[in-house]
Each structure stands twice: as C-alpha cells, then as structure tokens.
C-alpha cells in the first residue's frame, strides 16, 4: 500500500487515497476464493473442487470482491494510522472505492482527523483541596463490631423477640383489604433492627411472642413503588420462631479466629492501617481529579467531533459491559439513574468530551517536558498485553499496540508531572471537597452502591 493522494478539509480532517497494489487485492481475492469454495456449486465439479477462474467465468469476476473488500479495508485503516506519516486521530472512515481494471490494483479513499494543534496554560502550580486523613477509634471498633455479628452464633430462644433478634415470621400486606404482589412471605428471617422493612415493621414485630399473629398498620413511604407510595397498609404478621445472636468475645482469642494476628490489639492495628490506606487512595484519587478538571480548562484546541465521538462509544461499550456483570441492561441502568436515555447520553458525552481533552492536554505536557519512554518498559508492557489477548498478532496490530502503550506511560508521566508540582488548597471542614470522577472512570463498586440503593 502506499498514500497516493492528501487533501486537507475543513473541520480539522483530511481526504486521504490510498493506492491498494494488484499483488495485495489478488491475495485477499485468493483468500476469500479458499474460504466460500466449498459453498459455490460448478457444473461439472464436486463442491470445492471448482477452480478459480471456473467460478469467476461462471458467476463473474466480482463474485470474491466483497469478502477481499473486507479484508481490505482493516488493512487500509491501519496502513492510514500506523504506517504514514501523518498525525491522525481517532478512527478513519472509508469513503469510496475504485477498482483499476488496468492493472487491478484499488484505489480507496477514507476521510481522517487529524491531531489538533494544542496550546496548554500554566500546568504546574494548579491548586485543589486535599483533606488530611485520620481513623477515629470508632470506626475501627464499628469494623470489628461488623466482623463479630458475621462471626455470631445463631440460637433459639423462648421469649418475645427484642431489636437484634432474628425473627422467622410468615406475613401478608393488603392495601384496601386486597393483598398486593410482592407483599407476602412464609418463614420469612428479619434480623430486627436492620431496617429491611419500611418503617415501623420491625418496631411492632418486638415483644411479639412464639405462635403470637398480630395486625400492623402502617404507611408506605412516599418515596415507595409509584402503586403503593404514601398509602395505608395492613400487614398480618405471625411470629414462628425467634433466634438470638451470640456474639463471639472481644478478646484475643476472636483475633486469632477471624485474622493472621495473635492479639486483639495487632489486628486493630492493621483495620486501621488499611483503612487509612484505602481513604489516602481516596482522596488521592480525588485531589487528582480535581487537577485534570482544572487542566482541561487550561488549553485551547480545535477538538474534532471524531475523537469525542469515539470516546463516547468506547465509554458506552465499557459501562455496558460492567453493568452486564450485574446481570442488567443498559436501559434498566438509566432508568436507575433517574434519567431519560438522551438525557444520560448528553451527560455521558459531556463527559467524555472532558476526558479527550484531559488526555490532549497530558500530551502536550509530555511534548513540553520531553518526556521519553525505555524500550524496555514497552517490551514488559508489550508481552503482558499478548497475553491478555491470548493470540498471534501481525505487524500492523503490534505497531499499534506498542502506540497505546508509549502514549499510555506518557499520559500518566504528564499526570504525575501534574500532581507533584500541584499547591494544596486549605480544606474548609465545613464544606465537601470529594469531586466525583468521569463516568467512565468510576469504580465498578461504587456504580453497583448507586444501583443497589435504587433498587
């Protein structure tokens, strides 16, 4: 392949023709022949046993085009990326095709962006709060407290249920004398206390007594099912069982059973290490994004609509796949966010259109500081990512994966680069400091929360 032809275009793209060779196209038209012979009947001939040029004389000479084209043209997008020397963005679009009969070579046309021309601001120096961390000893004892009700004991009592008990109760809800879906369980566990049920529930189950059947009468909250919000409820409820839950002593002993450490006091230590560990990473994180933010307000830079567009699509393919692993779809997810799908999508791109300037911005700033990547790192990197993808790759595609790869350090070289010179804001107490990060860059844990607490 080679560029045979360059016109630039308006809105930062540029036409591009590039000149497919006879040898090249005959391949693919000599694959795509191997690969449907068997499916093309020939008089004369066992189903793939026909030559070429029998078939072509019979159904003409087209017949192996389409599949070659296919082939082609990922061919050609990559030829377009890796192998000229322009500087394009995003994905290329092929436009036209032309066969030369004279010579059989192929002449395709696609329409590329090209990098923008960016002009950075001052990107040392940007200031953003960053609160101090510290484990006050009550959430330590509330983790161990935690780790102890998952370690209890469960065992029947003889005597009405109290507040964290378990109580095995068979109920039924009727709204207007009708019994509702969703509104009836047998044998049902509710540990007291836990706020399973809407308010109220509970609080009438204390004091009931074994075999006890009771009627309570509360309301649906407003916030409830859009059937049910604010109306009254009769609930018959009948308690069956009720359990106790011992709680193992806090002593050494309970230490050794429930970690690696031998005293109580060490494995104290080490929740409160690792939940000082976890709230650094937080607030790290946080003071990080607050940086990029800042930083993509920093530049000037004709972004092509082709770069955001793509971002947006890979952000969308990532969160769908995340959600999937949660057994929803993409349209009960943003129902569970509360918003329409155009509303969700305008929210989406915004966000994306903030990250494909954040990472121009981290470019320029490795362009700026000269910063440079060791072959080594990229060979470590590079090995580590065959093996992610399991399987042989050609030139081109290793071309491209050693790209990803050194615009990857850079980026977060400049984003070190970043931070390291940032000015740390005073934090107002009194006010929240945790900005949250782009859509895409969300933690998995926390989008399942967001979800859950919609259920």
């Given at each position: 392949m080679n560029l045979k032809k360059s016109e630039k275009k308006e809105n930062n793209e540029v036409e591009l023709t590039i000149e497919v060779s006879p040898e090249e196209l005959e391949s693919e038209v000599q694959k795509a022949y191997l690969k449907n012979k068997n499916r093309i009947s020939v008089p004369g001939f066992r189903k793939g046993k026909a030559p070429?040029?029998?078939?072509?004389?019979?159904?003409?000479?087209?017949?192996?085009?389409?599949?070659?084209?296919?082939?082609v043209f990922p061919n050609v997008v990559r030829y377009v990326l890796y192998e000229t020397e322009l500087n394009i963005v995003g994905y290329p679009k092929i436009s036209d095709f032309n066969l030369n009969d004279e010579d059989k070579s192929a002449?395709?046309?696609?329409?590329?962006a090209l990098h923008p021309e960016v002009v950075i601001g001052k990107y040392k120096g940007i200031s953003a709060p960053k609160p101090s961390i510290e484990i006050p000893d009550s959430e330590v004892d509330s983790e161990i407290e935690n780790m102890r009700a998952r370690n209890a004991r469960i065992e029947k009592v003889d005597r009405p249920a109290k507040n964290g008990d378990v109580a095995i109760i068979d109920f039924e809800g009727f709204v207007n004398e009708t019994a509702f879906e969703g509104g009836k369980g047998e044998n049902y566990e509710l540990t007291l206390g836990s706020g399973q049920f809407i308010p109220g529930f509970e609080e009438k189950v204390e004091g009931m007594a074994v075999g006890e059947e009771r009627d309570i009468d509360l309301v649906f909250p407003l916030e409830y099912k859009k059937d049910l919000a604010g109306k009254a409820v009769l609930f018959k409820v009948k308690l069956n069982e009720v359990k106790q839950k011992i709680l193992p002593d806090l002593d050494d002993e309970f230490a050794?059973?429930?970690s690696e450490?031998?005293?109580?006091?060490?494995y104290k230590a080490d929740i409160r290490e690792r939940m000082l560990k976890s709230r650094q990473q937080d607030v790290d994180d946080t003071f990080e994004n607050i940086l990029m933010e800042k930083l993509g307000e920093t530049f000037e830079a004709d972004v092509p609509e082709t770069m955001i567009d793509e971002q947006?699509?890979?952000?969308m393919n990532k969160l769908e796949r995340q959600i999937s692993a949660y057994g929803m779809d993409i349209t009960k997810y943003i129902q569970m966010m509360g918003a329409t799908p155009d509303e969700f999508r305008?929210?989406?791109?915004?966000?994306?259109e903030n990250q494909v300037k954040i990472a121009l911005a981290l470019e320029k700033i490795a362009e700026l500081e000269g910063i440079e990547v060791n072959d080594t790192e990229v060979e470590d990197m590079y090995k580590e990512a065959l093996e992610r993808y399991n399987k042989e790759v050609d030139k081109t595609s290793e071309s491209a994966i050693r790209a990803d790869i050194i615009r990857d350090i850079k980026l977060q070289r400049a984003a070190k680069i970043v931070v390291d010179n940032a000015v740390v804001e005073d934090v107002d107490p009194e006010k929240p400091t945790a900005k949250k990060p782009a859509a895409e860059d969300s933690d998995l844990e926390n989008q399942k929360k967001e979800v859950e607490e919609k259920k």
């Open positions: 070429r040029r029998m078939i072509e004389k019979l159904y003409g000479a087209e017949i192996f085009l389409s599949d070659a084209l296919e082939s002449d395709v046309t696609v329409i590329a050794m059973d429930v450490f031998d005293t109580l006091d060490e947006f699509e890979k952000s305008a929210r989406m791109r915004e966000n994306c």
